[in-house]
């Protein structure tokens, strides 16, 4: 990475982190770049990889059928006109309709039966008692059809619990991963840029 | 003014900079702490030893730049414990923002310092777009998805390929990944095809990974800058997670010393307000 371009990247991270102090239209201007550049990074990275690898290419290559996803494609663009917005729901309800199809079955199969089947765990060591005992109580607390009182309330309350713990766990990991990418820019300024230190 | 009224009353931006100084102090100053290796990093490491030498592995690169910190240290980790043993890599992403040129770097990068040639120890194939076709369609025949690599070139004239078409072709999948899409690669690639998984991935990722682990869905887990800085340490090459994990600890410990004042605050504020 040669120099200016190192030093318009690291003004644009100063620019955006002066937002901690407070707003200002330095960060603004910012942040209205990197969108711009995102929206037009996407719209050429979709008209390149499908637009042209899926579509124009294969079928001047002779697969005259896809000729019919691209027409059930574009009826999307007819929801700029709000009196014909309703065909796009033809191309949506197909979307929709194939995604299912094709994730429900993949999901449970692929996850939620292999995820299940391991609970289904020897209570001889502790850890398999944390788990039954955990996955039951966290499931008795979103149980709704009867209130959470007397026994009932007590398993979910004891489910409140293990939920907790997990938030805990989540949010230590997420406050190392939004760490790590201040230390990385921080490192990107002060090493890289700079040169301060090695 | 009492502490908990001071407390709740404290400019934010004291935190910031208190936040932004642990950052920068541990790059000047030598603070480092204890690296203890976790059992799935430890996993993944014994799980790219076993593998012979010469063994083709893939590696994708589901990473948006907005994560490099994380997972860009990871990654070359990976592929630098791979061409120590003379492993060959094929990858690729389902991340179009990034994670082909990204993967196109850390390669070239890493290959050229091993003495790696592209096409022969290494291959990047770049983007293809929806990643549930790809996915399943590699199962079959990785040429019906890609018939040319990242820059153009047909597949069938990279002699790394000549011999791998599907995922049985392939020793091992080393995933780097940042988003949702390493749950189809368990679901879609593991349990479907049957190919052994493991992840290097963000720490946000980390905890849902857990269960992908305990159920025997993957075989070990690199969590964030964490998991990194671990596997830098088993490879015996410390580098950019291990340097920052220094101001990484400082700075849980000074959210640990947040959270505690925080509460204090609290428990303070509730007691006062407590009517006589």
């Keep these: 990475m040669s120099f200016l371009v190192m030093t318009i990247t690291a003004l644009f991270t100063l620019a955006l982190y002066s937002f901690l102090y407070k707003d200002n239209p330095v960060y603004r201007f910012a942040e209205h770049v990197f969108a711009g550049l995102s929206a037009g990074y996407y719209a050429g990275l979709i008209f390149q990889t499908v637009l042209v690898q899926q579509l124009w290419v294969p079928l001047w290559g002779g697969q005259a059928w896809l000729i019919l996803p691209a027409l059930l494609g574009s009826l999307m663009f007819v929801r700029l006109s709000p009196k014909h917005a309703w065909v796009s729901r033809v191309a949506i309800a197909f979307v929709i309709g194939a995604n299912s199809g094709i994730l429900v079955m993949q999901q449970l199969h692929g996850l939620v039966l292999p995820q299940v089947a391991k609970t289904f765990v020897s209570m001889a060591s502790v850890q398999g008692v944390l788990i039954v005992v955990g996955v039951v109580c966290t499931l008795i607390y979103f149980y709704f059809s009867k209130p959470h009182t007397g026994v009932l309330g007590g398993v979910a309350t004891l489910g409140i619990w293990f939920i907790m713990i997990s938030f805990g766990a989540h949010f230590g990991y997420t406050v190392m991963a939004r760490v790590s990418l201040l230390i990385g820019r921080v490192q990107f300024l002060v090493i890289d840029w700079l040169h301060l230190t090695s | 003014m009492s502490l908990a009224k001071r407390l709740e009353s404290l400019d934010r931006r004291w935190i910031f900079l208190l936040i932004g100084l642990s950052v920068v102090l541990p790059m000047f100053l030598p603070i480092t702490f204890p690296e203890r290796i976790t059992s799935q990093t430890q996993a993944l490491y014994d799980t790219m030893e076993s593998l012979p030498e010469g063994s083709v592995i893939m590696v994708p690169f ?18 630098r414990h791979a061409f120590r043993r003379q492993m060959k890599i094929v990858s690729l992403s389902n991340v179009g923002g990034g994670g082909p040129s990204i993967a196109d770097r850390v390669l070239r990068e890493e290959g050229n310092a091993a003495g790696k040639v592209y096409g022969i120890d290494y291959v990047n194939l770049g983007y293809r777009a929806n990643y549930l ?30 011999n791998v078409d599907s995922y049985k072709d392939v020793a091992f999948i080393f995933a780097i990944a940042d988003n949702a899409t390493l749950d189809y690669w368990v679901s879609i690639v593991g ?56 101001a990484q600890s400082l700075i849980h410990l000074l959210i640990i010393a947040f959270i505690v004042l925080g509460n204090v605050g609290f428990f303070l504020s509730r007691r006062n307000a407590r009517p006589a």
């Design chain 2, 191 to 246: 349990e479907r095809f049957g190919a052994k998984i493991g992840a290097g991935v963000t720490a946000v990722m980390a905890p849902k990974m857990f269960a992908y682990i305990d159920a025997g869905q993957m075989v070990g887990l690199l969590g964030g800058m964490k998991g990194g800085a671990e596997y830098e340490k088993l490879l015996g090459l410390p580098d950019q997670s291990t340097r920052g994990m220094g």
């Design chain 2, 133 to 162: 076709a790809v996915l399943s369609g590699m199962g079959t025949s990785i040429r019906s998805i890609y018939q040319t690599d990242y820059s153009g070139t047909p597949v069938d004239s990279l002699p790394l390929m000549r």
């Design chain 2, 62 to 79: 589901e990473v948006w730049p907005s994560t490099l910190p994380e997972t860009e240290p990871i990654a070359r980790a990976a592929v």
